[in-house]
């Protein structure tokens, strides 16, 4: 019989060191749904609002809000990243 070759005290084991902090994207490692779509709808309407109501933009308007909100939630959580990583040394 031919041997796992990933077995289960291999599993554990990489389990239990876990992604070092700078490696890895904080998002993907806790699954976050960032932006939330209510933070994204809500920021792509302030967009609308801004140019005078003006219709045609959703979709634009929906990728920018999408992508400002995740580099300030990514802006967000490198810097908690830094303060947990300096208070660990």
């Known amino acids: 019989m031919r041997e ?17 902090a700078h490696d890895a994207n904080p998002f993907e490692v806790f699954d976050v749904d960032y932006p939330p779509d209510a933070a994204t709808a809500a920021r792509a309407y302030q967009k609308y609002v801004q140019r005078g109501r003006v219709d045609g933009h959703d979709v634009q308007d929906w990728f920018e809000a999408r992508q400002e909100l995740k580099n300030g939630m990514e ?15």
């Open 4 to 20: 796992p070759t990933n077995s289960a005290a291999e599993r554990t084991a990489t389990a239990a060191a876990g992604p070092a």
């Open 75 to 89: 802006e967000t959580m490198n810097a908690v990243l830094g303060l947990y990583e300096k208070g660990t040394r």
